[in-house]
């Protein structure tokens, strides 16, 4: 089975904890300042965890960690990568309150946001973004599905497949 719906989305399974981190951090080798990475899934999916392979990946020095109290958290990352904006948005329950923590700054900042529970506001998310839902599959396997929404998305889709999987076919 390939790991890919469309040459714009990628679908395939996390065996781990250990392996979602390793895959985000591979990801995060390919962003840079503006990037916005939405999350979406259940309690448990591996959102967090997601965040913290992003992290590793921009050589961010000190542990990530949910910020489900604080909302946000800026990580300065090892340069030439731009800070990492974990935005954890379980508390949100509008789009208004979203706007009242200043997550528009956030959005269009010069950092890379990663937001947990961007479903959540939906309609304040740039249209050209990064969108990964993360579904139990059993205890430790989680199924990712990660859809481009934007030229610069689907390019990096394009990038981090042949980082990831090697060359693969877009048509198969």
Request: net charge neutral; hydrophobic share 40%.
């Amino acid at each position: 089975m390939s790991p890919i719906l469309t040459p714009h989305t990628l679908d395939f399974i996390s065996h781990s904890p250990a392996q979602t981190r390793r895959i985000a951090a591979r990801l995060a080798t390919l962003l840079r300042a503006g990037d916005v990475v939405c999350l979406e899934g259940e309690l448990g999916t591996g959102k967090t965890c997601f965040v913290q392979g992003m992290g590793q990946g921009l050589g961010v020095k000190v542990p990530v960690k949910s910020p489900s109290f604080t909302l946000i958290n800026e990580y300065p990352a090892t340069p030439p990568f731009p800070p990492l904006y974990h935005i954890d948005l379980y508390r949100i329950k509008s789009v208004e309150a979203a706007l009242a923590i200043g997550i528009e700054e956030y959005l269009y900042g010069e950092g890379i946001c990663a937001i947990e529970w961007a479903e959540r506001v939906q309609r304040i998310i740039p249209p050209a973004c990064l969108w990964i839902t993360l579904r139990h599959l059993n205890e430790t396997k989680r199924n990712l599905v990660m859809q481009a929404n934007g030229e610069r998305y689907e390019i990096l889709i394009q990038q981090f497949r042949e980082l990831a999987f090697g060359h693969v076919s877009s048509q198969t």
